[in-house]
């Protein structure tokens, strides 16, 4: 798969606003990919779709208000409203570079919190969070532990700010070197096919002593495209 050039440095607020409703489930299980058909105009709508979503994410400050846009502009759900759903039950162990990343030692506890945001039946995006409760405060990390207040929400004392570490394009509908003449794939009679994951961004957060408390690695999923695209509304 190939990535976009990794963007570093735009700031974007952590799509879990306070006003968010948070449930506590089980993950779903990953919907079917979107039905597009398996051709050349189809593929390159696709790509500019997916390259569009990257650029508002990055360029706005909530990612939950741009997945909101996005849901209402393309009819994902009869009403245009993002819910973050807490999974529990999970837990992921650190990427390699998170400690680096964080600023800490071997030693120092990492805490783990997972969410969904879904717009109508469709998951837009998986976010992992991992985040250090000594650089909380005691009210806040009993909060995080005792509720499902969104993490944004609780830490919003902190006023604190996001460096979004990279932007990656995880699938790539169209080949390498495409714009240059590249042989496109053949169109075929399938339906595309789509990765459960399309869209990956990694952030730090900081607090006012710009130090690093928490690292939010956001999954976007092929169900951003859940749509019927313009080209097959063509005759």
């Known amino acids: 798969m190939r990535g976009v050039p990794r963007t570093a440095m735009w700031s974007c607020a952590l799509g879990l606003g306070s006003s968010l409703l948070i449930t506590p489930l089980q993950a779903r299980e990953p919907e079917a990919s979107p039905v597009w058909r398996d051709d050349a105009t189809s593929r390159l709508e696709a790509l500019a779709l997916l390259q569009t979503l990257n650029a508002e994410l990055l360029s706005h400050p909530s990612a939950t208000l741009t997945l909101e846009r996005w849901c209402g502009e393309h009819h994902l759900a009869p009403e245009a409203k993002i819910v973050a759903e807490r999974v529990k039950g999970e837990d992921k162990p650190l990427p390699p570079d998170a400690r680096e990343q964080l600023q800490i ?57 996001r460096q979004t570490l990279s932007a990656e394009l995880l699938w790539s509908p169209l080949p390498a070197g495409w714009e240059n003449g590249a042989s496109l794939p053949p169109a075929t009679h399938d339906a595309l096919a789509m990765p459960h994951h399309v869209l990956q961004h990694r952030a730090v957060l900081f607090d006012q002593a710009n130090r690093p408390f928490s690292l939010v690695v956001e999954s976007y999923t092929s169900q951003v495209l859940a749509f019927i695209p313009a080209g097959q509304h063509r005759p």
Do not use: I
């Open 105 to 161: 030692g071997a030693d120092e506890p990492v805490r783990y919190r997972r969410v969904q945001l879904a717009c109508g039946e469709h998951v837009l995006s998986e976010a992992d969070n991992w985040y250090v409760p000594s650089r909380l405060t005691d009210a806040m990390n009993h909060e995080l532990d005792s509720s499902d207040t969104p993490f944004g929400k609780v830490v919003q004392a902190l006023h604190f700010r």
